[in-house]
């Protein structure tokens, strides 16, 4: 099973940022959409942002605002800046991409992001 790769996750205080990044391998053809997804403890996995192979973006309301969501199209990566970090911003972060004609779901392995007061 073909994995993403993830980096940038860690601990910062409320208020802080960080900055994930998400590559794909060359593997992986005709990559659609990307997005972030999270997953808090006793917690379903939710959809953070995604921006589809246009351009076009889409963020949940809890992040609106202070997240931004970008992608290289040449370097197959999609970075998620997370500015203004809040404590219920606490979850494990998962790289998703799309791809292929009937957009095969890719995903990363997760990175850790703890947001402490």
């Known amino acids: 099973q073909v994995q993403l790769v993830e980096s940038g996750g860690g601990l910062v205080q409320a208020g802080g940022s960080l900055r994930l990044s998400c590559a794909a391998p060359?593997?992986?053809?005709?990559?659609?959409?990307m997005g972030w997804y999270r997953q808090a403890p006793g917690k379903q996995r939710e959809l953070v942002a995604e921006?589809?192979?246009?351009?076009?973006?889409n963020y949940a309301d809890s992040v609106k605002g202070r997240f931004t969501i970008s992608r290289d199209n040449a370097k197959r990566t999609v970075d998620l800046q997370m500015n203004s970090l809040k404590l219920e911003d606490t979850a494990v972060y998962y790289c998703?991409?799309?791809?292929?004609?009937?957009?095969?779901?890719?995903w990363g392995q997760g990175t850790q992001v703890t947001v402490s007061s």
């Open positions: 921006i589809i192979s246009g351009g076009g973006t």
């Open positions: 998703n991409f799309k791809a292929g004609r009937n957009n095969f779901e890719y």
């Open positions: 060359v593997s992986i053809f005709m990559v659609n959409d």
